[in-house]
Protein backbone atom coordinates (compact mmCIF):
# COMPACT_ATOMS: atom_id res chain seq x y z
CA UNK A 1 0.00 0.00 0.00
CA UNK A 2 3.10 2.79 0.92
CA UNK A 3 5.49 1.72 -0.82
CA UNK A 4 4.23 1.83 -4.51
CA UNK A 5 2.98 5.05 -3.54
CA UNK A 6 6.96 6.69 -3.31
CA UNK A 7 6.29 9.27 -1.08
CA UNK A 8 7.51 7.49 2.02
CA UNK A 9 10.86 6.33 0.18
CA UNK A 10 12.11 9.96 1.47
CA UNK A 11 12.75 8.38 4.45
CA UNK A 12 15.12 5.66 3.31
CA UNK A 13 17.36 8.02 1.26
CA UNK A 14 20.68 9.16 2.78
CA UNK A 15 20.83 11.98 4.67
CA UNK A 16 16.62 11.77 5.25
CA UNK A 17 16.48 9.35 7.97
CA UNK A 18 14.57 10.69 10.83
CA UNK A 19 12.37 8.13 13.34
CA UNK A 20 9.42 10.26 14.07
CA UNK A 21 8.87 10.69 10.13
CA UNK A 22 9.62 6.81 10.11
CA UNK A 23 6.69 5.88 12.70
CA UNK A 24 4.42 8.47 10.75
CA UNK A 25 4.68 7.00 7.83
CA UNK A 26 4.58 3.42 8.60
CA UNK A 27 2.24 2.97 11.84
CA UNK A 28 -0.42 2.14 9.74
CA UNK A 29 0.97 -0.93 8.93
CA UNK A 30 0.98 -2.92 11.75
CA UNK A 31 -1.82 -1.68 12.93
CA UNK A 32 -3.69 -2.87 9.68
CA UNK A 33 -1.97 -5.89 10.44
CA UNK A 34 -2.66 -6.04 14.14
CA UNK A 35 -6.53 -5.69 13.58
CA UNK A 36 -6.76 -8.50 10.96
CA UNK A 37 -4.47 -10.74 13.56
CA UNK A 38 -7.43 -9.79 16.08
CA UNK A 39 -10.58 -10.39 14.38
CA UNK A 40 -8.72 -13.77 12.94
CA UNK A 41 -8.22 -14.80 16.97
CA UNK A 42 -11.69 -13.31 17.68
CA UNK A 43 -13.86 -15.26 14.95
CA UNK A 44 -11.15 -17.91 13.53
CA UNK A 45 -11.96 -20.49 10.94
CA UNK A 46 -15.27 -22.37 13.11
CA UNK A 47 -16.91 -23.04 10.27
CA UNK A 48 -14.11 -24.22 8.09
CA UNK A 49 -15.94 -27.45 5.91
CA UNK A 50 -13.13 -29.15 4.05
CA UNK A 51 -13.55 -29.10 0.15
CA UNK A 52 -13.80 -33.22 -0.04
CA UNK A 53 -17.08 -32.77 2.04
CA UNK A 54 -18.57 -30.11 0.16
CA UNK A 55 -22.04 -31.22 -1.08
CA UNK A 56 -21.40 -29.71 -4.89
CA UNK A 57 -23.93 -31.84 -6.86
CA UNK A 58 -27.50 -32.34 -5.08
CA UNK A 59 -30.02 -29.67 -4.34
CA UNK A 60 -29.41 -27.87 -7.35
CA UNK A 61 -32.38 -26.19 -8.71
CA UNK A 62 -33.27 -26.69 -12.40
CA UNK A 63 -33.50 -23.89 -14.89
CA UNK A 64 -37.28 -24.11 -15.05
CA UNK A 65 -37.42 -23.78 -10.98
CA UNK A 66 -35.63 -21.22 -11.24
CA UNK A 67 -36.81 -18.88 -14.44
CA UNK A 68 -39.71 -16.73 -14.73
CA UNK A 69 -41.54 -14.68 -17.03
CA UNK A 70 -39.89 -10.52 -16.99
CA UNK A 71 -43.22 -8.49 -16.96
CA UNK A 72 -43.20 -6.24 -19.53
CA UNK A 73 -41.95 -2.26 -19.24
CA UNK A 74 -44.44 0.18 -17.68
CA UNK A 75 -43.09 3.07 -18.89
CA UNK A 76 -40.95 5.09 -22.02
CA UNK A 77 -37.60 4.73 -19.87
CA UNK A 78 -37.95 0.82 -18.78
CA UNK A 79 -39.16 0.39 -22.50
CA UNK A 80 -36.18 1.60 -24.06
CA UNK A 81 -33.80 -0.06 -21.50
CA UNK A 82 -35.64 -3.07 -22.23
CA UNK A 83 -34.87 -2.85 -25.73
CA UNK A 84 -31.28 -2.07 -24.92
CA UNK A 85 -30.34 -4.81 -23.09
CA UNK A 86 -32.89 -7.69 -23.79
Given at each position: ????????????????????????????????????????????????????????????????????KEPPPKNFFAKVVAF???
Open positions: MQLPSGYHLQVFTKGNWNVSNFLVAYINLPLFFGAIFLHWLKHGRKNFVPPAELDMVSNIPSDKDVSYLFT
